[in-house]
């Protein structure tokens, strides 16, 4: 039996109000209507809070910010939700929170109740932590431009089939979307730049044995993003062709942070 922690409690809290916010939105598309946008952001602003006090338990330890693979993984879920949500106010990607609402059920429980690996504390120093920072924005933000292009795919190839869903038929036009797309991998790709460039300023040894692997792999999707958008403004690339370098990007990405991290905490226990 698990014990009713404030952490505990914060955790489902979280949970049931994703679950609540996406079966909501979920129901609506299914008729064919749009889900009320301030309930939708109001329950998803709910538990984004809540999940963040939950965090804040996992990650405060008495020497520094423990974060380990689960909550790495909870924080930039966190991120990614924030900045959705903020974006709801200006620009229409209400329809992105059906995919993130269940990213943030999971990340949540994962946290609470998955075994944890090798803790890695982390130190406090303001370099340090400003590049962190924004390297969990640069993934959050790629995970959105991820995201983005998956309900672009979907909604191109049922236009081409002319069998809109109700899920399609509420995305704004496939232009806007390719735009949006555009825009989320332009700012991911700032914040990725500025962290590359921290961490050549604040961590001591990019290349130490724990890290090369790490810095070789965020490298290479700079590089891939980077070719993507000098293709999307020299050359007008769009449609499947922006999607596959985004993805294959995303997975560079991933893999230097999250592959090398559950290697480092669950196979080799450093």
């Known amino acids: ?3 009713l922690s404030p952490s505990f409690l914060t955790s489902i809290a979280a949970a049931c109000l994703y679950a609540a916010a996406a079966l909501y939105q979920g129901a609506r598309l299914r008729q064919r209507a749009k889900a009320d946008k301030r309930l939708l952001v109001g329950l998803g602003t709910f538990a984004l809070l809540a999940h963040a006090i939950a965090l804040c338990t996992h990650l405060a330890t008495p020497v520094g910010l423990g974060l380990d693979f689960f909550n790495a993984a909870s924080l930039i879920a966190v991120a990614v939700i924030a900045l ?3 974006a709801c106010l200006r620009i229409p990607v209400e329809n992105l929170l059906l995919l993130l609402f269940p990213l943030g059920l ?7 109740f998955a075994p944890s690996g090798t803790v890695q504390i ?19 933000m790629f995970t959105i431009a991820v995201f983005q292009s998956l309900l672009l795919l979907l909604q191109d190839h049922q236009l081409k089939n002319k069998h809109p869903s109700g899920l399609i038929r509420n995305f704004p036009p496939l232009q806007t979307m390719e735009s949006l797309l555009f825009g989320f991998l332009w700012a991911g790709w700032t914040l990725l730049s500025l962290s590359l460039i921290s961490g050549w300023l604040f961590v ?3 290349f130490a044995q ?7 792999l965020a490298c290479l999707a700079w590089v891939v993003f980077s070719v993507l958008l000098w293709g999307r403004n020299r050359l007008g690339w769009r449609g499947h062709k922006a999607i596959r ?3 294959a990007g995303f997975c560079l990405l991933m893999l230097a942070y999250f592959g090398s991290k559950l290697v480092r905490e669950y196979i080799l226990h450093i």
């Not at 724990?210 to 070789?216: M, S, W």
């Open 210 to 216: 724990h890290l090369v692997h790490k810095t070789l």
């Open 84 to 86: 959705t949500l903020v």
């Open 1 to 3: 039996m698990f014990p």
């Open 245 to 247: 370098w985004t993805l």
């Open 204 to 206: 001591e040894n990019l």
């Open 106 to 112: 999971l990340t949540v429980l994962l946290a609470q």
């Open 122 to 140: 982390i130190d406090e120093e303001p370099g340090i932590l400003a590049h962190i920072l924004l390297s969990i924005l640069a993934y959050g």
